[in-house]
Nanobody, 115 residues
Framework: QVQLVESGGGLVQPGGSLRLSCQAS????????RGWYRQAPGNQRELVAV???????TYAESVKGRFTISRDNAKNTVYLQMNSLKPEDTAVYYC?????????WGQGTQVTVSS
């Protein structure tokens, strides 16, 4: 089992920055990708960014050039640096870890971009 705990969400003005963290605990053997999804009210959950065990990264088109995903293996932590935030980035952000047999999810952290 893998447990994921997100932190770093909050309220920020348009153009501002936030850094989300996702710390994992438990058995990480077999986890081949970690990343972030988000879900805004009335919308489906959508992929934001992924980083694989080989450090390959993928981003949603809407966040390319503004968001950066990274990881610290020693801390079992994945980060999402979010710059130039827009009101449309407002959502609950969920961390996940992908195993061949299942996906693990965090509880989510709210990000609100508003003046």
């Amino acid at each position: 089992q893998v447990q994921l705990v997100e932190s770093g969400g909050g309220l920020v003005q348009p153009g501002g920055s936030l850094r989300l963290s996702c710390q994992a605990s438990g058995t990480m053997f077999g986890i081949y990708a970690r990343g972030w999804y988000r879900q805004a009210p009335g919308n489906q959950r959508e992929l934001v960014a992924v980083i694989t065990s080989g450090d390959s990264t993928t981003y949603a088109e809407s966040v390319k050039g503004r968001f950066t995903i990274s990881r610290d293996n020693a801390k079992n932590t994945v980060y999402l640096q979010m710059n130039s935030l827009k009101p449309e980035d407002t959502a609950v952000y969920y961390c996940y870890a992908q195993h061949p047999s299942k996906a693990y999810w965090g509880q989510g952290t709210q990000v609100t971009v508003s003046s």
